[in-house]
């Protein structure tokens, strides 16, 4: 399968998402797909379409800043809008890792003919330690948000479907909810609150019945409440 990864990296949002996006990027390549990553400077809308018409990717992940009815890039250069797609879109799948572009620019698109749509339909949230600039992969505050918001990645790039992958991302998230849940430390309850905010938001288009029951999600072996609430 063609896959184009989309990772612009200019603010703490783009550089937290776009580093556990970089190891999607490297999964990917190691279960055999072809792929194109445009990181940083490279994720340019002009890159961007360039990359959709050439390489004609079946999967599209798209890391950016948005709106309900636009999605940008690096530096927060506009790349679509609904009613203005700049490529044909028929037959491909996206996931978007971007605030609320699925009240809008998402339906549009299936409306254009792409085959599956996954994104946010609110501001995608999580909580962060600046101090992590360096690694934003090992920051235990951020864990819990983006290791679920990977979640449509894996499924995608293995061949499940949108609807497989949407429900396994709520149940990603609502075992990090589950374990965050009694402890006293007054960030979990913003933590809690703001988990069940992105795993609320979160839609799959076309809809459809949930798929059949028992598709595993395994989370990583369980970090102490210090490690996870402590810089």
Not at 162 to 175: F, G, I
Request: a negative charge.
């Amino acid at each position: 399968m063609r896959i184009l990864f989309v990772r612009p990296d200019f603010d703490v949002p783009t550089h937290w998402v776009s580093e556990y996006l970089g190891r999607e990027v490297g999964y990917t390549i190691s279960r055999g797909h072809w792929v194109r990553d445009l990181h940083a400077e490279e994720a340019t809308p002009e890159n961007v379409v360039r990359a959709v018409e050439v390489f004609d990717p079946e999967l599209m992940i798209l890391l950016g800043h948005g709106s309900p009815a636009e999605f940008t890039v690096q530096h927060k250069a506009e790349v679509m809008r609904k009613c203005s797609i700049p490529f044909d879109v028929t037959g491909r799948k996206g996931y978007f890792t971007s605030c609320l572009v699925g009240q809008e620019l998402g339906p549009d698109l299936v409306d254009k003919g792409l085959k599956a749509f996954v994104g946010y339909t609110t501001e995608f949230i999580f909580t962060f330690d600046p101090g992590y600039w360096n690694d934003p992969s090992s920051d235990p505050r951020a864990r819990p948000f983006l290791e679920p918001a990977m979640v449509p990645v894996r499924y995608l790039v293995d061949g499940r479907s949108h609807l497989e992958a949407y429900w396994a991302t709520v149940r990603a998230y609502n075992s990090w909810i589950d374990r965050l849940y009694g402890m006293p430390e007054p960030e979990v309850a913003d933590m809690i609150n703001y988990l069940a905010h992105d795993r609320d938001g979160l839609i799959a288009l076309p809809g459809g019945p949930p798929p059949a029951p028992g598709i595993p999600w395994e989370l990583p072996v369980a970090i102490g409440v210090t490690a996870l609430l402590v810089a």
